[in-house]
């Protein structure tokens, strides 16, 4: 497993912005598809992104996609997601998880997820 830690959360207004960072420990950060959940209150965890090994492919939630935009810097051993126009419906617990398995153009099953970060809080009010 690789250990991931969030940060960046914090309360923005609606229409604002805000860019997570997911940092990981370990050399094996480039061996990892990543990907971003979020839950909100009394909700289930849901998906928001997620990103290859390389970076070279993404997919998003359709709730988020054209808002939010996940990348990463393997020499940093960091994922970063990018939050412009946010929504109070964005508030909610935000964590990064690492998965061993293949990339897939489809909202991965946290269960495939190996490596979980304890989350950052992001809050957007109206």
């Known amino acids: 497993q690789v250990q991931l830690v969030e940060t960046g959360g914090g309360l923005v207004q609606a229409g604002g912005s805000l860019r997570l960072s997911c940092a990981a420990s370990?050399?094996?950060?480039?061996?990892?598809?990543i990907a971003w959940f979020r839950q909100g209150p009394g909700k289930e965890r849901e998906f928001v992104a997620s990103i290859s090994r390389s970076g070279s492919s993404t997919y998003y939630a359709d709730s988020v996609k054209g808002r939010f935009t996940i990348s990463r810097d393997n020499a940093k051993n960091t994922v970063y997601l990018q939050m412009n126009s946010l929504k109070p419906e964005d508030t909610a617990v935000y964590y990064c998880?690492?998965?061993?398995?293949?990339?897939?153009?489809?909202?991965?099953?946290?269960?495939?997820?190996?490596?979980w970060g304890q989350g950052t809080q992001v809050t957007v009010s109206s």
């Open positions: 998880a690492a998965s061993s398995g293949a990339f897939l153009y489809r909202s991965p099953d946290s269960v495939s997820f190996d490596s």
């Open positions: 370990g050399r094996t950060f480039s061996s990892y598809t």
